[in-house]
């Protein structure tokens, strides 16, 4: 899933390796005996930082600075677990970011980072729906001060594929999102990607893909998004 990196990718995660490079692993990363054995102890460090597999880190991402390891340890792995994470699918959980107080680094490493995430995000825009990238953005949105970049880039896109993405999305959260239910931990973002949901551009925009798409598979779905955001923005 996802394995091909494109070569903006690669450089993106290229300089987040450069930027992260001086974050050396503690002797022991430390971890509860009740959850972390000398086996996951061992799996962390059997190969060189770019050779770990999913398999290798899947675990210690899952646990990271909560039950295993410090901020400092997490800085270490992070260009790796990024790397899997946009090869092989959801296996960084990014709420681990705001654990690691992501938002408090260097511009410059924050800014590596970030340019990886809108990278993934845009790929993710990019799938032949069904793909749900409503759950990316909701783990986005435990990781971010901000949805803006995330948003502006949907609306920048010019394939159908986005705007069906789209139409998933209001059919499955619009009703979540008005009654602050879809990110009820962080009403400020729930509340600005209401606000974007809700403009009257976006159903120009589905109606025409609707059109264009009519006798694909897709037109279902962007029929049902048409008929949901038609109705809230009468009700608005």
């Known amino acids: 899933m996802r394995e091909a990196l494109d070569p903006h990718m690669q450089e993106a995660l290229e300089k987040v390796y450069q930027v992260f490079q001086n974050d050396t692993l503690h002797d022991r990363v430390e971890g509860c005996p009740c959850c972390v054995k000398n086996g ?16 290798d ?10 039950t295993w390891g410090s901020e400092e340890d997490f800085r ?7 790397e899997l994470h946009v090869q092989k699918g959801n296996l960084l959980p990014l709420y681990k970011l705001s654990y690691a ?6 511009e410059e490493e924050q800014e590596s980072v ?3 995430l809108l990278l993934w995000w ?9 793909a749900n990238v409503g759950q990316d953005l909701e783990e986005l949105a435990r990781a971010e001060y901000t949805l803006e970049p995330y948003l502006q880039l949907w609306d920048s896109q010019e394939s159908w594929e986005p705007w069906v993405h789209f139409a998933e999305f209001v059919y499955l959260n619009l009703a979540d999102l008005k009654s602050g239910k879809w990110l009820k931990e962080n009403s400020r973002l729930n509340q600005q990607v209401l ?3 809700l403009d009257p551009q976006k159903l120009q925009k589905m109606q025409l893909w609707y059109e264009v798409r009519l006798d694909s598979p897709e037109a279902d779905e962007l029929a049902m998004g048409l008929d949901v955001l038609g109705w809230h923005l009468s009700e608005k």
């Open 122 to 130: 845009k790929q993710l825009l990019q799938i032949e729906p069904p």
């Open 195 to 197: 606000a974007w949901t």
């Open 101 to 106: 107080h992501w938002t408090s680094w260097s």
């Open 76 to 82: 270490h792995f992070l260009p790796r677990l990024l």
């Open 40 to 55: 996951d102890h061992a799996r962390i460090r059997s190969k060189p930082l770019r050779f770990l597999e999913a398999e």
């Open 57 to 66: 880190l899947s675990r210690y991402a899952f646990k990271a600075m909560t």
């Open 114 to 116: 970030r340019a990886v």
